[in-house]
């Protein structure tokens, strides 16, 4: 029996399926198997000539001027997924504190906090690149129960190291976590999540980084009273138990359906789908989607993945390439992770000296930049991507810009006037704040969904790895290019390196808000209506 969707007429809001033995010609992109896939003439009019109201392929007609219902179940897997990430942000925020104390304790250089610092980020690339072909093999699930395991691993050998050498080992192991932890929870939550709430729900993990972030500073803020052979310690071993909590909280979630369809087991997506679907109906929609997909490009256990992203890719794939790895080139080539490291030395060169107000400022820094990737998330799905990404990218150009200015003033003034140190904590707090409103949390939706299914795991683990090998280099060099060319020189860099990140955003990255994970590939085609990128 052949099938095609068509609007149900006593029901507004859901397609449902009915036999049709009559029904018209389709384009041979949506014939599978033996069914049948079409638009109801109401879509195409509704996508035709009006943007207000729209008709997911799942089945669920939203006014997107209304807010977006969540399906609980999908919800509460994201959640737990996007938990993992707590761990890199935890990292992030108390080791720019608990790296002053390390300095004090252990007797270490300059040179060697960079080290230190930046060692996280580049290891983060071993796990970042084997994550893909990992969660391909045993599934999503598993894959974030290692990253959970790893980084747990590491956490406590940072807690107990005895000398620097120890310390950085225990920096290796939990860099390897962070890697699978960054590639896997968007794959995860993209795979999992309906369309029309996929903008919010990928963005969880970022949320959860910067909700790390902060607790990390709050760690620093409340630890920094105790003795410095022990402070640091507890700072960086307290990372531990989040850990042990997501290991065991990610064995309640369900498997990708798109992981599931991709090994041929039907029956158990279907169930999923179920559950992360408002109809019975719309699972059954987005089941024949993920076959179709999957039957058309092949799955990825099939031979030759690798070769075709590096070496042989297609014009469309190429795009979808340039567009991922771009994206994750400027989320760290902006210098977020740089200064949010080494705020404390930024807020010390702008002539805040005590390690306790250090310590507080960054936490004000901390709860804004929380405050707006929860408000970006929120919003995600109504403004779109490129939107926020181009708002939060300029907006960082700028705050970077206010920022060299006013360490330029104070590096030429013999004093240190108050309206120059607030521009440049206020400068701080902007462009962390922008960030999170464009690249953060953008970057981890975009690169998680863009991707058709063959290549989603390992094409997301080949743009991050990108992603954690700029940010290991700009930790890694950011002290030392600064005490070159000045603190002001380096802010005056990242706010051009922001500039050109826009442009880059405007022309080669096409809209995907409201789009199936099975529609997004159509905007990397050929067809002149449905493509905003420059051929490239």
């Not at 002053?100 to 290891?123: A, M, P, R």
């Not at 469309?316 to 992770?337: E, T, Y």
Request: glycine share 8%; aromatic share 10%.
């Amino acid at each position: 029996m052949q099938f095609s969707s068509a609007l149900d007429p006593n029901k507004d809001h859901y397609y449902s399926l009915v036999p049709d033995s009559d029904s018209p010609s389709l384009k041979q992109s949506d014939l599978i198997n033996e069914g049948k896939y079409e638009e109801s003439p109401q879509k195409r009019e509704a996508t035709d000539e009006s943007q207000e109201d729209r008709t997911t392929p799942q089945g669920v007609a939203v006014n997107n001027r209304r807010m977006v219902r969540f399906n609980n179940y999908a919800l509460a897997a994201a959640i737990l997924a996007s938990t993992n990430s707590i761990l890199l942000g935890y990292d992030i925020g108390v080791m720019s504190g608990a790296v002053l104390y390390i300095q004090d304790n252990l007797k270490i250089t300059s040179t060697q906090v960079e080290v230190l610092v930046g060692s996280l980020n580049v290891c983060s690339l071993i796990g970042s690149l084997a994550s893909g072909k990992t969660s391909d093999c045993i599934g999503r699930r598993y894959t974030i129960v290692i990253s959970a395991i790893t980084f747990l691993i590491g956490a406590l050998l940072m807690g107990l190291a005895p000398s620097f050498l120890f310390l950085m080992a225990g920096r290796v192991v939990a860099g390897i976590g962070v890697g699978y932890s960054l590639m896997i929870a968007p794959v995860y939550t993209s795979e999992i999540s309906p369309t029309m709430s996929r903008g919010f729900l990928s963005s969880l993990p970022e949320v959860f980084i910067n909700f790390g972030i902060l607790l990390g500073y709050i760690s620093n803020y409340a630890l920094s009273g105790l003795p410095e052979n022990i402070n640091w310690r507890l700072m960086l071993g307290l990372a531990a138990l989040p850990a042990i909590v997501v290991a065991f909280g990610v064995m309640a979630m369900p498997e990708s359906p798109h992981w599931l369809v991709m090994k041929g087991r039907l029956g158990e997506a279907k169930q999923v789908l179920i559950k992360i679907s408002d109809t019975e109906e719309e699972a059954e929609l987005r089941l024949i989607e993920m076959t179709k997909d999957v039957s058309n490009r092949g799955s990825a256990a099939s031979k030759g993945v690798w070769k075709e992203l590096l070496f042989k890719p297609s014009r469309p794939l190429r795009r979808i390439l340039i567009a991922a790895i771009g994206v994750n080139f400027f989320m760290q080539a902006s210098g977020n992770d740089a200064v949010v490291y080494y705020s404390p030395e930024v807020f010390r060169d702008a002539g805040i000296s005590s390690k306790k107000q250090l310590v507080g400022v960054t936490v004000i820094m901390g709860i804004a930049k929380t405050s707006f990737v929860l408000i970006s998330a929120l919003f995600l799905d109504h403004f779109g991507r490129r939107l926020l990404l181009l708002l939060g990218s300029s907006g960082m150009a700028v705050s970077l810009a206010m920022l060299g200015f006013g360490s330029k003033y104070l590096e030429q003034s013999n004093s240190n006037p108050n309206w120059a140190i607030t521009l440049c904590v206020v400068a701080v707090c902007a462009d962390v704040s922008f960030f999170s409103i464009g690249l953060g949390p953008v970057t981890w939706v975009y690169s998680s969904e863009i991707f058709p299914t063959k290549y989603r795991a390992q094409g997301s683990s080949l743009a991050i790895s990108v992603n954690r090998l700029v940010s290991g280099i700009v930790s890694m060099t950011f002290l030392s290019i600064s005490n070159a060319i000045s603190f002001g020189g380096m802010f005056f860099a990242l706010a051009g390196i922001m500039a050109l990140g826009t442009l880059f955003f405007y022309f080669f990255l096409p809209e995907t808000k409201g789009k199936s994970l099975e529609e997004i590939g159509v905007l990397f085609e050929d067809h002149p209506r449905r493509r905003r990128l420059t051929d490239v």
